[in-house]
């Protein structure tokens, strides 16, 4: 079982930044991957960032690159921050953070979301 816990989300003016952090409650489970997505009001749920536990290289959409970075906390590997900074209009949107236990299979662990709203 393995629980999600989003927070940090708020309504920023464009180009400011703002970090999110994801905490995880893994009752003795071993997460493999972490990963960040989002889901604008009228759109699909888009991939964000990705990071692998123990692992220093991470993965970003094209729409965030150079902007926002994944990071984890290295003692506990069981929380993880998104900062995001130069915020466009177009990162309006919930936040959601994801876990992946088996290397081979898919991000079947989900929170709650958190509502990130730029303000032009």
């Known amino acids: 079982q393995v629980i999600l816990t989003e927070s940090g989300g708020r309504l920023v003016q464009a180009g400011e930044s703002l970090r999110l952090t994801c905490e995880t409650s893994n009752y003795g489970s071993t997460i493999y991957r972490m990963g960040w997505f989002r889901r604008a009001p009228g759109k699909e749920r888009e991939f964000v960032a990705a990071i692998i536990r123990n692992r220093a290289n991470a993965e970003y959409a094209n729409s965030v690159k150079g902007r926002f970075t994944i990071s984890r906390d290295d003692a506990t590997q069981n929380t993880i921050f998104l900062q995001m900074n130069s915020l466009k209009s177009d990162d309006t949107a919930v936040y959601y953070c994801?876990?992946?236990?088996?290397?081979?299979?898919?991000?079947?662990?989900w929170g709650q979301g958190t509502q990130v709203t730029v303000s032009s």
């Open positions: 994801a876990a992946m236990l088996d290397p081979f299979g898919s991000f079947g662990y």
